[in-house]
């Protein structure tokens, strides 16, 4: 398995992987879960796949795409759109709690991650674990070439204590909700965007390719 990592102006130099990747959501968030997101018979993408948008996924060996995240700095502005937790506290995004923060967070140093998923055939804790782990270290890296220092995600609480296994000391900052759409229990969480120190093992590719800003 590897990391890909890239943006709307670089995911040309990674073949189908962005398309692969949603269609994974769809299968998992609009077949699986039922959420009442844009999607069509094939993929789901929203308002946040703009050109603010950074990504992190991880490939295996024959090329699929397995696993993956998205992010978004808490300064992103495209049209009306700005970031998922921040427009729903503006009332735009239906289904997500306004009053889950308090006050908005818009600063350069904070980054939003969303859309995480690992594809079903992705069996066992700790190949789950391991892709986890790849995402995670994509986004970091990332975040902290554009000055980043923290990551932020509204994500199912099953998440939190996976960071806390990888060694992130992610901690929650709201309360949790449940969702309508999958009867799942969610809150936002907050992590330092950390380089883990890992015991030395065979080397694997990471690929790092976000344009600067233009």
């Known amino acids: 398995m590897r990391t890909i990592t890239f943006n709307l102006k670089s995911l040309h130099q990674h073949g189908d992987a962005f398309c ?29 796949d703009n050109p603010t948008a950074r990504y992190s996924l991880v490939v295996g060996d024959d090329g699929r795409v ?13 049209g009306l759109t700005t970031y998922m937790l921040r427009d729903a506290q503006s009332g ?16 350069a140093g904070m980054w939003e991650c969303t859309r995480l998923v690992i594809a079903p055939s992705v069996q066992g804790a700790t190949a789950r674990r391991a892709c986890l782990g790849l995402i995670c270290e994509g986004l970091v890296e990332m975040a902290l ?8 995600s509204l994500s199912n609480l099953w998440l939190l204590r996976a960071l806390r296994q990888l060694g992130y000391p992610a901690d929650l900052i709201s309360r949790p909700y449940v969702n ?9 969480m907050k992590m330092p965007a950390i380089r883990l120190h890992r015991p030395a093992a065979p080397a694997r590719a990471v690929e790092t390719r976000v344009p600067e800003p233009a």
């Open 20 to 48: 692969d990747y949603l269609a994974l959501r769809k299968r998992f968030f609009v077949d699986a879960l039922g959420w009442d997101i844009p999607h069509d018979a094939t993929v789901e993408m929203d308002q946040y």
């Open 66 to 78: 397995l696993a993956g995240a998205r992010a978004l700095p808490t300064t992103a502005s495209w």
């Open 92 to 107: 735009k995004v239906a289904g997500i709690p306004a009053d889950l923060l308090d006050g908005q967070i818009v600063t």
């Open 145 to 152: 070439e554009e000055g980043a220092r923290e990551l932020m």
């Open 180 to 188: 309508s759409d999958d009867g799942h229990r969610y809150a936002v």
